[in-house]
């Protein structure tokens, strides 16, 4: 499988549309602070194991996000291409910086362990304000990811490869997940787009190697003409009447010569 660049991207895309979202959900549900104080500081103090958990699981889920995106931007090679090439590298850039901002989970459980919450919060804010990580990974880079997934999934909604109800999954959930405040309902939200991202997942994996590799073909791209048929010609000593003319691809014979003929026999 992998040296079959087909067979192993298709799967390779069609199992990371699976495993990310529900990575995700799953990390929603074991964190501490989804079920009480959702700062980290405090969350880690609760129960530290599932705290490092969560943190671990965010963080596979939104890199393995990001090169599923580039999974569905295949998917718009025919269709929706300029929309599937924007929103694609929103959603790669904007994922990979929001799996980064987690290494700031570490900082957070010492400062916890160390600090009053409401100090350590207070400490952690000012680090997470400092220019260098504000533009180097939070802004504009964070909101790109959250931006291009439900654009790309319009696109490929456009392309013709899925139904309109996977970006409103995606809209809904995601959209909806950080609009409101960290908690139960998170996880409610937040298993919605495993339904959408899942099932244009499982499209992939059984719509098999060739309609995969069919997307390959440039777009617009024609057939190759069809040849010309081969050459007609009068038979010898025969000459067209006045006034009229070969068709296209008719040719009149030439007048063989005495040594040709010698040749010949």
């Known amino acids: 499988m992998l040296n079959d660049h087909v067979t192993f991207r298709r799967l390779a895309a069609g199992t990371l549309l699976i495993a990310a979202p529900l990575l995700q959900a799953v990390a929603v549900i074991v964190d501490p602070g989804t079920w009480g104080d959702d700062r980290e500081a405090v969350s880690y103090g609760s129960n530290p194991a599932l705290a490092q958990t969560e943190s671990a699981l965010y963080h596979w889920s939104w890199m393995l996000m990001g090169v599923?995106?580039?999974g569905l931007v295949h998917l718009t090679r025919q269709r929706a291409t300029r929309l599937g090439h924007v929103a694609g590298a929103m959603t790669v850039i904007g994922y990979l910086n929001l799996s980064a901002l987690l290494m700031m989970d570490p900082v957070e459980w010492w400062l916890g362990r160390h600090h009053p919450p409401e100090q350590a919060q207070k400490i952690l804010d000012e680090m997470l304000d400092l220019p260098g990580v504000i533009i180097g990974f939070q802004m504009p880079w964070v909101p790109l990811g959250l931006i291009g997934l439900p654009l790309l999934t319009v696109a490929v909604w456009r392309s013709g490869f899925s139904g309109w109800w996977v970006p409103v999954t995606v809209v809904v959930g995601y959209g909806g997940g950080f609009a409101v405040d960290y908690g139960p309902l998170?996880?409610?939200?937040?298993?919605i787009p495993v339904a959408g991202l899942g099932t244009l997942?499982?499209?992939v994996l059984r719509m098999g190697d060739d309609a995969w590799a069919a997307?390959?073909?440039r777009r617009g791209a024609q057939d190759?003409?069809?040849s010309l048929p081969a050459a007609e010609t009068l038979p010898v000593g025969e000459t067209?009447?006045?006034g009229e003319t070969l068709p296209v691809g008719e040719t009149l014979p030439v007048a063989e010569s005495g040594e040709h003929r010698r040749h010949a026999r």
């Open 68 to 70: 599923a995106a580039i």
């Open 186 to 191: 998170t996880v409610v939200l937040w298993a």
């Open 215 to 217: 997307l390959y073909a």
């Open 201 to 203: 997942g499982v499209k």
């Open 240 to 242: 067209l009447p006045v």
């Open 224 to 226: 190759p003409p069809p």
